[in-house]
């Protein structure tokens, strides 16, 4: 059975390409455009990987990665950072916050695949 | 463009080049920069009055890869780039409006990049729900934008040979990121 992964980004073009990628690779994905869009679909799933832009309206990346790591069935979810962004700052934040991983956009599709079978085998 | 107001004196020029990005919300700045087959999207907020350009052929930096999907992860690495610049500067998604330049056909019997680069700018804000207020694109000429951030208001003109002015850039410069897809584990 192929595992699922949940992508949270706020802009559809990124999104699209995250499926396409994701898809191509043998995953299911289940997507959100924010933090909080995210959070109302985690209520009724259960992804094997989640992977997240920092930068969203409502709530962004690190808002989301806080309140998932309070929900106890969540606790120990893989999660991914992919963003633009690399400051040193933002990434220990993203450490502290309980994420898994940080990844520089654009994605490159093997480096990509490498990371996630890391987390999930 | 007709009917835009030439610069006044004491605007503040700022020259973009080749895979930069500026923003501001300095209305006393006027962003420029000159196009071939590359292309420039002009982004403002009319609610915040923050404004941004930047410029960019596609391309997969460093790797050489050409495949559709390769291009289209960079072009939406460098609108994302301009686009959370202007987040960071107060300007919100829903209220941007776009203007895109450039993508000229420089070369007979080339890869016609140019159409490649527009058909890229325009697909992405249809996607991104970001209206498409004004553009100039094709053709074959290079050309010379300029561009009001605080304003949403851009001159287009074909380029000429003369020397352009240079100064500090007060407005924020996304830093580079780390190599494509680096990834870390924490």
């Known amino acids: 059975m192929s595992s699922t992964i949940m992508t949270v980004d706020d802009s559809p073009s990124m999104r699209m390409l995250l499926r396409a990628a994701l898809t191509d690779l043998g995953y299911k994905v289940l997507d959100a455009e924010d933090g909080v869009q995210a959070l109302e679909r985690l209520e009724g799933a259960e992804p094997d990987l989640l992977i997240t832009d920092i930068n969203m309206p409502r709530l962004d990346g690190f808002g989301l990665i806080e309140k998932v790591r309070e929900q106890d069935r969540h606790r120990n979810l893989p999660i991914l950072v992919l963003t633009t962004e690399s400051s040193d700052e933002k990434k220990q934040r993203a450490r502290s916050a309980g994420a898994t991983g940080w990844i520089v956009k654009p994605f490159h599709p093997e480096k990509l695949a490498a990371a996630i079978r890391r987390v999930l085998h | 463009m007709s009917g835009l107001p030439r610069p006044a004196d004491g605007l503040s020029r700022i020259t973009i080049m080749q895979g930069e990005t500026r923003v501001s919300d300095d209305p006393g700045v006027i962003l420029t920069t000159v196009l071939g087959s590359c292309i420039s999207a002009c982004l403002f907020d009319p609610v915040t009055k923050v404004g941004g350009l930047n410029h960019f052929l596609l391309a997969e930096p460093g790797a ?68 498409l207020v004004g553009e100039d694109v094709g053709g074959h000429g290079a050309r010379r934008v300029e561009f009001r951030p605080t304003l949403g208001l851009a001159r287009c003109r074909i380029a000429v040979d003369r020397p352009v002015e240079r100064l500090r850039a007060p407005a924020i410069v996304p830093r580079p990121a780390a190599p494509v897809g680096d990834v870390e584990f924490f």
Do not use: W
């Open chain 2, 64 to 131: 050489g890869e050409t495949d559709a999907r390769s291009l289209q992860r960079y072009g939406v690495y460098a609108m994302e780039v301009l686009i959370n610049a202007m987040m960071a500067m107060g300007a919100s998604r829903s209220n941007l409006k776009a203007r895109i330049y450039g993508g000229a056909s420089l070369r007979d019997g080339f890869r016609d990049i140019g159409a490649t680069n527009a058909l890229f700018a325009r697909r992405f804000l249809r996607d991104e729900r970001i209206t």
